[in-house]
């Protein structure tokens, strides 16, 4: 997600990094200048080519508060699992002291604060966006005094990133994952019922059979207080006699197996994983440039 997101300032850059210089309060300008000279030494890569357009556009504006609001989005989400996770109830990740607080009242407590207001703030830089199109949207060109409007969502939006991202920085980087504990979640619930489901279509079934039969399997666990990882190969062929002896069945009910069957790219297989990182390294050391 991150990576589209610069992807989309990259992009926006294009489109934004053009010179109104120029264009007069709507006409242009009968004097002879040379607008492509100017919007050069000023460091733009082109001029806004119509002069009523660029006195009336906010397009550079819109689009780079649009590109937030997404981005503050997806921080969002981010913070939003962080926070899950950070529960009593997860226990999948510990924060540093650097990027939470504690309790006013409960002293055990530690709060999760950088996702929290990371997660705030998204709502503050979508309404940003939110502002920008509705001054816009009942204006006439060229100008008007609404667009004066403009200057405060727009720096408040840039400050808001320039605040939100390094604190993510530091708060991912200073977390530690508690793999034990992610390990102990998947033990008993279910996950692995579709990998016995697949199973049962290598062996002939058609997958709505397939689905039925382990949803039965699944329905006994439940009304007898068990979990999939409790049967052995007479409970699994006692359930399905077409798997034969059962041994294969007992494999995939195995998380680490069903973690490792998924090998296509962008799956959990170990060696995918390795793969994805290793694209995600080389866009960080060689971003694409606009």
């Not at 007069?24 to 004097?31: D, I, K, W």
Request: proline share 4%.
């Amino acid at each position: 997600m991150l990576d589209r997101d610069r992807e989309r300032l990259h992009d926006c850059r294009g489109r934004v990094n053009r010179s109104p210089l120029g264009s007069g309060a709507l006409a242009g300008t009968g004097f002879p200048i040379d607008r492509e000279f100017t919007a050069n030494r000023l460091g733009f890569c082109s001029v806004l080519p119509n002069s009523m357009d660029g006195v009336a556009d906010r397009d550079f504006a819109v689009e780079f508060l649009s590109a937030a609001a997404i981005i503050s989005m997806h921080l969002s989400r981010l913070a939003e699992e962080i926070i899950l996770w950070n529960t009593p109830e997860f226990r999948f990740i510990d924060l540093h002291d650097s990027v939470t607080t504690g309790s006013s009242i409960m002293p055990q407590k530690k709060n999760p604060d950088v996702a929290e207001l990371v997660r705030g703030k998204a709502g503050r830089v979508v309404g940003n966006l939110v502002t920008m199109l509705t001054v816009l949207k009942g204006l006439p060109l060229a100008y008007n005094k609404d667009l004066q409007e403009d200057k405060e969502p727009l720096f408040d939006t840039f400050d808001t990133l320039d605040l939100v991202i390094p604190a993510m920085t530091l708060m991912l980087s200073t977390a530690r994952f508690n793999k034990a504990r992610m390990s102990e979640a998947t033990r008993g619930d279910f996950s692995t019922a579709t990998d016995l489901a697949d199973l049962l279509v290598s062996h002939g079934f058609t997958f709505r059979d397939a689905h039925d039969a382990v949803g039965a399997i699944v329905q006994h666990c439940i009304a007898t207080d068990t979990v999939l990882e409790s049967l052995d190969e007479a409970d699994l062929k006692a359930a399905v006699p077409q798997l034969g002896s059962g041994a294969a069945a007992l494999d995939v009910l195995k998380v680490s197996n069903s973690v490792a069957s998924r090998s296509s790219q962008g799956g959990t297989a170990p060696a995918a994983v390795v793969h994805q990182i290793t694209l995600a390294r080389q866009r960080l050391e060689h971003p694409k440039r606009p």
